[in-house]
C-alpha cells in the first residue's frame, strides 16, 4: 500500500462516564473483601441470595416511589417499552416476592448485592452507579416486631466484621413522627418528616426557615424542635415521650413498638453504646412506615450514614392484594469503601488474591503445575510464574502485586522434598515440606510458623505491656481472661483485618496448646486497629501467671463479691454482678462448650449474689 492512501488509525481516548466507579486492581481486591465479609455476615443469619433485571419496566418500578427519588431515575424508551434502570434493590425486592409469591417460603429472608442507578449530581464520595448491599425480611400477612430488632443485630454483627468498634445504630419510628405531626394538626406529615430528616445537614435554623415556608407557626415548630432535641439513653427518651401524653393512637403505636424493639434488640446481645433512639431519624424514602434506621461511625461523622433502612408495611401493595410486610436495611457499599479509603481507614494490601507465586527452573515445570494443583486443592490461591525472565524479576513481580510468599522449584526442592519459601516483606525464607507449607498458607494451623519457623516475628510484632483487661475465676479452677493485645506502632497500619488478624490469632491458638491446657476460645479487634482482645479459657490456672505478663487492669472475681452494685469491668460496665455472671454463662456455652448449672442462694438481695463453688458442671 502506498503511503499516500495509507489512513491513519484514529486513536479515542479512553475514558469513564463521570460518576462512575472504576478501581484498579489493589483496590479492587480490598473492595471484594468488604465485600465478601459483608455477604459472609448476611449468610450467618439465614438470609438467601437473590439477583433481580437492572433494568425494569417503569410502571412498576416507579408505583410508589415520587419526589427526588423519581426525577433521579435513569428512564428511557426502546421501541414500544418504557424503561428504568433500578434505583434500589428495595423496590424490585416487592415486584419480586409479589410475582413468585405462590413459590417463596414465608418470612422470606433474602439478601442482594448488585449495582443500583441515580442520576444525581455527581460529586465526592457520591456516584450515579453503586453497589448496594440489602437485607430484608418480608412476611406473609404480619411480620413479627422482633424481625426489626434482629436487623440491628444483623448492622452490628456486619460492622464488627468489617473491623469497626466505635459504630452507633440509631433508630426510630415512622409511626411515632407522623402521629406527632397529626396530634399538632399539621396537614402535611410526610413534608414535614423530610424537612426534619434534614436537621444534621441544614441545622436547626434551615429546619426553622423550611417549616416557616410551609405555613407552620412558632409553637408548632418548637414543638417539632423538642422532639429531635430528646437525649439520652432509650429508656429515657421513651420515658420522656411517655410524659409528653400525647394521646394520639399512631404516635402511641410508633412509641410501643420502639420499646419493644429496644428490649429485643439487647436480647441479640448488641451493646447499648452501639444503639440508641433518634427521634431525628426519618428517612427520605416514601415507603417506610415503621422502624427506620441509620448508622454512623462516630469517629468519622462526616461520612454520614453507611447504613439504613426500616419497615415497610405496605411496599408490594402496588403489585397485588396479598399484605406482604417487610423489614430491611441496605449498606452503600461503593460509597462507604472509598469514604473508608479517602479517610485512609481502607488501605490496599495487594493486587491479587494469590497467596504464593511458584517459580519453576526450566526443567521442573510439570513438578510445579502438579505442586500448584496440590495447594489450589486445599483452598490456596496459587500462581504459576510460566514467562520467561531474569529471576530478578519473577520476585519484582511478586512483590509489585503484593504476593505475600514466594517459592522457586529447583531440582533440590525436588529431591528433597521441600519448599524454601520466602516471605516477600521480611526476607526470611523458611524450608518446609509440602505438607507443612500447605498448613500454614491454608491458616488452619498458621501457629505452626510460630513453633517451627520463626517465634519471634510475632512477638516482634506486639507491644511487650500485654494487659489482662478481664480475670474471672468460675469455681475452685477455671478461669476467664480477656486480654487486651496491642500492635508496635509500625505495625498498625499494615494488619488488614480480618484475615491477618485471624491469622495471629490461629498462631497463638497453636501456641498455647503445645505448653499448657489454655484454650483460645474468642477474640475481637479494636476498631482503632491498635490490636485485639483475646479471651481464653484456663482449666489448670497456672497459665496466667507464667505466660502473659503485664499489669492487672482489671480483676472481677465472681467468688469475691464487691460491696458496689456496679464494677467496671475493662470497657464493661456491670450495673450488678448478676448481670456479670449471667454474660459469663452464656460465654462458656457458646464458645468453650462449658455449661453451669448454678445453685443459688435463698434470700439474697443485689450486690450479694454469690456463686455456689460446688456447681455442677457439664461438658456439651
Known sequence: MSDNVKEQKKIVEPSILSGFLELLPAEQVAFNKMKDTIENTFKLFGFIPIDTPVIEKSEV???????????????FTKGDSDLSLRFDLTVPLARYVAQHYADLIFPFRRYHIGKVYRGERPQKGRFREFYQCD????????????????????????????????????INNRKLLNGFFVSLNINQPTEVMRIVDKIDKIGVSGVTKELNELGLNEETINSIIKLTECTGSSV????????????????LEGLSELEEVCKHIRSYNVPDENFRINPKIARGLDYYTGTVYETFLNDYLDLGSVCSGGRYDELASNYTKQSLPGVGISIGLSRLYYQLKEAGIVKTQGATPTQILLIPMDNTIDYTLNLANKFRNAGIFTEVYLNENKMAKKFSYADKLGIAYAAVIGEDEIINDII?????????????SAVDCISF?????????????????LSGMLAPDIRIASDISIGKQH?????????????????????AMHSIVHMITYALKEVSEVKVVDFSPMGSRTGFFLTVVDPSDTFITNDFKGALIVALDLEEVPEANKRQCGNASYHDIDEAKREILDFLECYYGIRLILKWYKNITWGELTWNTESCMTIL
Open 61 to 75: 418500578l416507579l408505583a410508589k416511589s415520587g419526589g427526588d427519588t423519581a426525577k433521579q431515575v435513569y428512564r
Open 135 to 170: 437485607i430484608d425480611i418480608v412476611g406473609n400477612g404480619k411480620l413479627s416486631i422482633n424481625n426489626d430488632a434482629e436487623i440491628v443485630s444483623v448492622i452490628y454483627s456486619t460492622f464488627k466484621a468489617l473491623g469497626f468498634g466505635d459504630f452507633t445504630v440509631m
Open 236 to 251: 429515657e427518651i421513651i420515658e420522656s415521650l411517655k410524659s409528653w401524653d400525647i394521646k394520639n393512637d399512631l404516635f
Open 420 to 432: 524454601k519459601l520466602k516471605d516477600m516483606k521480611t526476607g526470611i525464607q523458611h524450608e518446609l
Open 441 to 457: 498458607l491454608s491458616q488452619k494451623e498458621m501457629a505452626w510458623f510460630m513453633l517451627k519457623a520463626s517465634a519471634t516475628d
Open 479 to 499: 478461669r476467664v481472661v480477656k486480654y487486651d493485645v496491642r500492635f508496635k506502632k509500625p505495625y498498625r497500619d499494615e494488619i488488614i483485618y480480618p484475615s
